[in-house]
Protein backbone atom coordinates (compact mmCIF):
# COMPACT_ATOMS: atom_id res chain seq x y z
CA UNK A 1 0.00 0.00 0.00
CA UNK A 2 1.13 3.32 -0.97
CA UNK A 3 1.67 6.20 1.62
CA UNK A 4 -1.23 8.05 -0.48
CA UNK A 5 -3.64 4.99 0.11
CA UNK A 6 -2.80 4.16 3.87
CA UNK A 7 -6.08 3.77 5.87
CA UNK A 8 -4.72 6.22 8.27
CA UNK A 9 -4.46 8.90 5.02
CA UNK A 10 -8.39 7.75 3.92
CA UNK A 11 -9.82 7.71 7.28
CA UNK A 12 -7.88 11.37 7.93
CA UNK A 13 -9.88 12.25 4.31
CA UNK A 14 -13.16 11.41 5.40
CA UNK A 15 -13.14 12.63 8.22
CA UNK A 16 -12.11 16.64 7.60
CA UNK A 17 -12.78 16.54 3.63
CA UNK A 18 -15.97 18.58 3.34
CA UNK A 19 -15.90 18.14 -0.38
CA UNK A 20 -15.55 14.39 -0.02
CA UNK A 21 -18.07 14.71 2.84
CA UNK A 22 -20.57 16.12 0.44
CA UNK A 23 -20.28 13.84 -2.53
CA UNK A 24 -20.87 11.28 -0.05
CA UNK A 25 -24.10 12.82 1.19
CA UNK A 26 -25.03 13.42 -2.59
CA UNK A 27 -24.60 9.90 -3.70
CA UNK A 28 -26.99 9.09 -0.44
CA UNK A 29 -29.49 11.47 -1.61
CA UNK A 30 -29.47 10.31 -5.09
CA UNK A 31 -29.42 6.44 -4.17
CA UNK A 32 -32.04 7.00 -1.60
CA UNK A 33 -34.26 8.93 -4.17
CA UNK A 34 -33.84 6.53 -6.76
CA UNK A 35 -34.74 3.41 -4.69
CA UNK A 36 -38.02 4.81 -2.99
CA UNK A 37 -39.32 5.84 -6.87
CA UNK A 38 -38.37 2.24 -8.08
CA UNK A 39 -40.29 1.07 -5.82
CA UNK A 40 -43.39 2.81 -6.35
CA UNK A 41 -43.22 1.93 -9.76
CA UNK A 42 -44.35 -1.41 -11.50
CA UNK A 43 -40.85 -3.33 -12.93
CA UNK A 44 -41.49 -3.16 -16.45
CA UNK A 45 -41.42 0.76 -15.79
CA UNK A 46 -39.37 1.29 -13.80
CA UNK A 47 -36.70 0.04 -16.08
CA UNK A 48 -37.74 2.21 -18.81
CA UNK A 49 -38.01 5.91 -16.15
CA UNK A 50 -35.99 8.09 -17.41
CA UNK A 51 -35.72 10.03 -14.05
CA UNK A 52 -34.57 6.77 -12.12
CA UNK A 53 -32.27 6.45 -14.56
CA UNK A 54 -30.97 9.98 -13.93
CA UNK A 55 -30.87 9.63 -9.90
CA UNK A 56 -29.11 6.22 -10.43
CA UNK A 57 -26.30 7.71 -12.85
CA UNK A 58 -25.73 10.37 -10.86
CA UNK A 59 -25.63 8.17 -7.67
CA UNK A 60 -23.22 6.55 -9.43
CA UNK A 61 -20.97 9.70 -10.41
CA UNK A 62 -20.81 11.05 -6.88
CA UNK A 63 -20.03 8.03 -5.64
CA UNK A 64 -17.19 7.52 -7.85
CA UNK A 65 -15.74 10.70 -7.42
CA UNK A 66 -15.85 10.60 -3.61
CA UNK A 67 -13.54 7.40 -3.72
CA UNK A 68 -11.35 8.71 -5.83
CA UNK A 69 -11.14 11.72 -3.44
CA UNK A 70 -10.56 9.16 -0.43
CA UNK A 71 -8.17 7.65 -2.09
CA UNK A 72 -5.71 11.01 -2.98
CA UNK A 73 -6.13 9.76 -6.70
CA UNK A 74 -6.52 13.60 -8.86
CA UNK A 75 -9.32 13.95 -10.58
CA UNK A 76 -9.72 12.84 -14.35
CA UNK A 77 -9.05 15.42 -17.21
CA UNK A 78 -12.18 16.77 -19.11
CA UNK A 79 -12.24 14.71 -22.68
CA UNK A 80 -11.27 17.42 -25.42
CA UNK A 81 -14.33 18.90 -26.89
CA UNK A 82 -13.41 18.40 -30.59
CA UNK A 83 -17.02 18.23 -32.08
CA UNK A 84 -16.89 21.98 -31.75
CA UNK A 85 -13.61 22.35 -33.55
CA UNK A 86 -15.17 20.07 -36.57
CA UNK A 87 -18.53 22.06 -36.59
CA UNK A 88 -16.67 25.68 -36.65
CA UNK A 89 -14.36 23.64 -39.41
CA UNK A 90 -17.41 21.99 -41.11
CA UNK A 91 -19.44 25.57 -41.52
CA UNK A 92 -15.90 27.68 -42.76
CA UNK A 93 -15.07 24.97 -44.85
CA UNK A 94 -18.83 25.20 -46.20
CA UNK A 95 -18.96 29.02 -46.71
CA UNK A 96 -16.10 29.25 -48.34
CA UNK A 97 -17.40 26.58 -50.84
CA UNK A 98 -20.29 28.60 -51.24
CA UNK A 99 -18.62 31.96 -51.83
CA UNK A 100 -16.56 30.33 -54.17
CA UNK A 101 -19.39 28.85 -56.49
CA UNK A 102 -20.83 31.74 -56.32
CA UNK A 103 -17.77 33.93 -57.95
CA UNK A 104 -17.09 31.33 -60.45
CA UNK A 105 -20.80 31.70 -61.47
CA UNK A 106 -20.68 35.55 -61.73
CA UNK A 107 -17.47 35.31 -63.79
CA UNK A 108 -18.99 33.05 -66.00
CA UNK A 109 -22.11 35.15 -66.44
CA UNK A 110 -19.40 37.99 -67.02
CA UNK A 111 -18.27 35.88 -69.82
CA UNK A 112 -21.15 35.03 -71.49
CA UNK A 113 -22.18 36.65 -74.78
CA UNK A 114 -25.62 36.82 -73.43
CA UNK A 115 -24.83 39.48 -71.20
CA UNK A 116 -22.63 41.84 -73.27
CA UNK A 117 -25.80 41.89 -75.55
CA UNK A 118 -27.67 43.67 -72.50
Do not use: C, W
Not at 94 to 112: G, I, K, N, P, Y
Amino acid sequence: MTRRTSPTAVLDRLLHDERLQRQIRISGTRARGAYLRGRRLPAHKAAQDQRLFNQVREATAALNAALRRALGEPEPAPQPRRGRRLMALAVIAATFALVRSMHQAQQAAARSPASLRT
